[in-house]
């Protein structure tokens, strides 16, 4: 498999000899007004640039798996820029409604036992935070990727560390993990994903995986470095299990 950070949770996965886009978030950059109620309100979002162009990302994909529908995750840029053909996977009915009426013809609710083109594609939980703000962030999934030919691979999506992630890991024991890590907060209600402290729980959980940290300095939000969770992955020991990849960069697993 080939991992590539694009920006943000926006990743190209080759797997099993197929192209999958996860999470399109392909504005330029500044074009939407700051998330509110949180750090950087003089900053439009996403807060850089993509590091490859649009037809080079979606060139040959074979299929676009949206974990849900916040704007930086699925925004009208790639509504515009994705091929209505294309085959997209969502987490459920009302997502996929959702995506059916920006025109997209072929629209796929993921589940725990999906099959594409010889990929096993199962659908995990996910919690956007904690206690109260859950409420107002939604649903959220992960998906799990499983081949013959491939590594296990666990993309979380957005969740912070909670029981639901210690079981996609005990019940698939991935190879590779990608993590949203970017310890996104409002003012208010604590950790949307991961901070430092999930990720390192992930890795206890998860030891001989290599865990990919994304979702990072891209959107006004953020409150976790790239810088400080290395430093961290420093003190902890665990720097070479745990990669930090900068936009554009990429993994062969």
């Not at 998330?35 to 162009?53: E, G, H, T």
């Not at 992630?165 to 970017?182: C, L, R």
Request: aromatic share 8%; net charge negative; glycine share 6%.
């Amino acid at each position: 498999m080939n991992i590539q950070q694009i920006r943000n949770a926006t990743l190209v996965v080759q797997y099993a000899g197929k192209k999958f886009l996860i999470d399109p978030f392909l504005a330029e950059k500044g074009a939407y007004p700051p998330f509110p109620n949180s750090l950087r309100q003089d900053q439009n979002n996403p807060l850089v640039s993509l590091p490859v162009s649009i037809d080079d990302m979606i060139n040959d994909i074979d299929a676009v798996i949206v974990t849900h529908l916040h704007l930086d995750h699925y925004d009208d840029a790639a509504k515009e820029a994705l091929p209505k053909e294309l085959k997209m996977f969502v987490q459920n009915e009302e997502d996929a409604n959702a995506v059916q009426n920006d025109g997209f013809k072929n629209v796929e609710v993921l589940q725990e036992d999906t099959v594409f083109e010889g990929i096993q594609l199962i659908k995990t939980k996910g919690e956007h935070g904690r206690g109260e703000i859950l409420k107002l962030a939604g649903l959220v999934c992960g998906v799990v990727f499983k081949h013959d030919t491939e590594k296990t691979l666990y993309v979380a999506g957005d969740t912070v560390w909670y029981e639901g992630v210690q079981e996609a890991i005990d019940t698939h024991t991935p190879e590779v993990i990608v993590v949203n890590a970017g310890d996104n907060q409002f003012l208010e209600g604590g950790s949307l994903v991961m901070g430092k402290d999930d990720v390192y729980e992930v890795h206890k959980t998860a030891p001989s995986a290599k865990i990919i940290t994304s979702h990072m300095e891209a959107v006004n939000h953020w409150t976790l470095s790239r810088e400080e969770l290395k430093s961290f992955a420093d003190e902890k020991g665990i720097s070479s299990s745990v990669l930090v990849p900068n936009d554009g960069e990429s993994y062969k697993f």
